[in-house]
């Protein structure tokens, strides 16, 4: 999932950010459907009492958190969607507490703590005063609004029971994803920026139709099933480190010590988490 920070820097050079958001969800309902269009087709009435909550689910899941993060990327840094990012856990806790009830442990909060430290020491590369010097942008505002809806997104996608598998109710998801960005890509098109479809357009939508969205977001309604949503959200702390890993891996950045650091105190916070006692 943290490749969508690649794409949120990278992608919207090519491709305008509500367009690469409404052919990303476009192209993963294509690519799903054939797969699960019969049990979808088989439970019409099911798809009819759950259409709201589908709807709710692809808006949020897809449509905030799918074209947010891409606006901001032309406005701010990685840095910053990161050091802001880190909010949705939080969300997610402080959401869960008051719709669901779900108080968190001792451990959790400071689990929750040592993630925040890791990632801010990784992203500061391990200068505190980068991180005195934060300034908030325009595109800071949008990663916030991402932040918000995942973690609307998780929460309800776990307490609202659905009748489908788990990737036709995924497939279905999407649908209602580009469904709700499609107004918004037109009048993008229309007004502000045309898309061009060419070869880097072609790259950018399959890449994030394929790695943070088919694999991310099914491995990560899986993980939910098995953690719950508050706990599954500490995932996103793992972004920094694997950004990290990406840089050093693609872009030949060197590995130093604040790498390690940071790394270690993510893991801890997430380890904490569990709420297993060291």
């Given at each position: 999932m943290?490749?969508n920070?690649?794409?949120?820097?990278?992608?919207?050079?090519?491709?305008?950010?509500?367009?690469?958001?409404f052919?990303?969800?476009?192209t993963?309902?294509?690519?799903?459907?054939p797969f699960?269009?019969?049990?979808?087709?088989s439970?019409?009435?099911?798809?009819?009492?759950e259409?709201?909550?589908?709807?709710?689910l692809?808006?949020m899941?897809?449509g905030?958190?799918?074209a947010?993060?891409?606006?901001?990327?032309?406005?701010?840094?990685?840095?910053n969607?990161g050091?802001?990012?880190?909010s949705?856990?939080?969300?997610?806790?402080?959401?869960?507490?008051f719709?669901?009830?779900?108080?968190p442990?001792l451990l959790k909060i400071?689990?929750?703590?040592v993630?925040?430290?890791?990632?801010f020491?990784?992203?500061s590369?391990g200068?505190i005063?980068l991180?005195?010097?934060?300034?908030?942008?325009?595109?800071?505002f949008?990663?916030?609004?991402?932040?918000?809806?995942?973690a609307?997104?998780?929460?309800?996608?776990?307490?609202?029971?659905s009748?489908?598998s788990?990737m036709?109710r995924?497939?279905?998801?999407?649908?209602f994803?580009?469904?709700?960005?499609?107004?918004?890509a037109?009048i993008?098109?229309?007004?502000?920026v045309?898309?061009?479809?060419?070869?880097?357009?072609?790259?950018?939508v399959l890449?994030?139709?394929?790695?943070p969205?088919?694999?991310?977001?099914?491995?990560?309604?899986r993980?939910?099933s098995y953690l719950?949503a508050?706990l599954?959200?500490?995932?996103?702390?793992?972004?920094?480190?694997?950004?990290?890993?990406?840089?050093?891996i693609?872009?030949?950045?060197?590995l130093?010590n604040?790498?390690?650091?940071?790394?270690?105190?993510?893991?801890l916070?997430?380890?904490?988490?569990?709420?297993i006692?060291?």
């Open positions: 943290s490749t920070t690649i794409i949120a820097r990278g992608g919207v050079e090519f491709v305008p950010p509500i367009s690469l958001a052919w990303r969800w476009l993963v309902f294509l690519i799903l459907t699960f269009y019969q049990e979808i087709f439970k019409k009435k099911e798809f009819k009492k259409f709201f909550k589908l709807f709710f692809g808006s899941g897809c905030v958190c799918g947010f993060p891409f606006i901001a990327g032309m406005t701010t840094t990685m840095a969607i050091i802001i990012y880190t949705s856990p939080v969300i997610i806790i402080l959401l869960s507490f719709l669901f009830n779900e108080k442990n400071i689990g929750l703590i993630c925040i430290l890791g990632v020491v990784i992203i590369k200068n005063n991180l005195l010097n934060f300034t908030f942008t325009s595109g800071d949008w990663v916030f609004g991402a932040a918000a809806g995942w609307l997104y998780s929460i309800y996608l776990l307490n609202w029971r009748k489908f788990l036709a995924f497939t279905l998801i999407s649908m994803g580009f469904i709700s960005l499609l107004p918004f037109l993008e098109n229309i007004y502000f045309k898309t061009n479809y060419n070869e880097s357009f072609l790259f950018w890449f994030a139709a394929i790695s969205s088919i694999i991310a977001f099914s491995l990560h309604t993980l939910q719950g508050s599954a959200g500490f995932g996103l702390y793992l972004f920094a480190v694997y950004g990290a890993i990406f840089g050093i693609i872009f030949k950045e060197p130093l604040f790498h390690y650091f940071g790394g270690a105190l993510v893991f916070g997430v380890y904490l988490a569990r709420g006692k060291l």
